[in-house]
């Protein structure tokens, strides 16, 4: 499966709900800020990530993939799809819309 875009996040579990609350500076350079409600046990908030990660970009569910910081709050993802629409949609979710 080709990959559109490399993708950093930075994720807030146990959240009121799931959203996308915009961009962020980090020393790896600039991540999504992401709030899910799940927890983080058994995996659940990562799965929460993968989910609204897809819904907000607009793919299948199965084009997120994680690529590492599965403990973490900073992960890194690989989303599958057309480049320039990603990263059109990606600009507009760190601007907040």
Do not use: F, H, I
Request: hydrophobic share 45%; with cysteine; net charge positive.
């Amino acid at each position: 499966m080709p990959w559109g875009v490399a993708l950093l996040v930075r994720v807030t579990p146990g959240a009121r709900r799931d959203a996308v609350e915009g961009r962020l500076d980090t020393p790896d350079g600039p991540a999504l800020r992401l709030r899910v409600a799940a927890p983080p046990v058994d995996g659940a908030a990562n799965a929460a990530v993968l989910a609204l990660v897809a819904r907000e970009l607009g793919v299948r569910p199965g084009a997120v993939t994680l690529r590492g910081g599965e403990a973490s709050r900073r992960k890194r993802l690989a989303v599958a799809g057309d480049p320039a629409a990603l990263a059109r949609r990606l600009a507009e979710l760190c601007r907040g819309g």
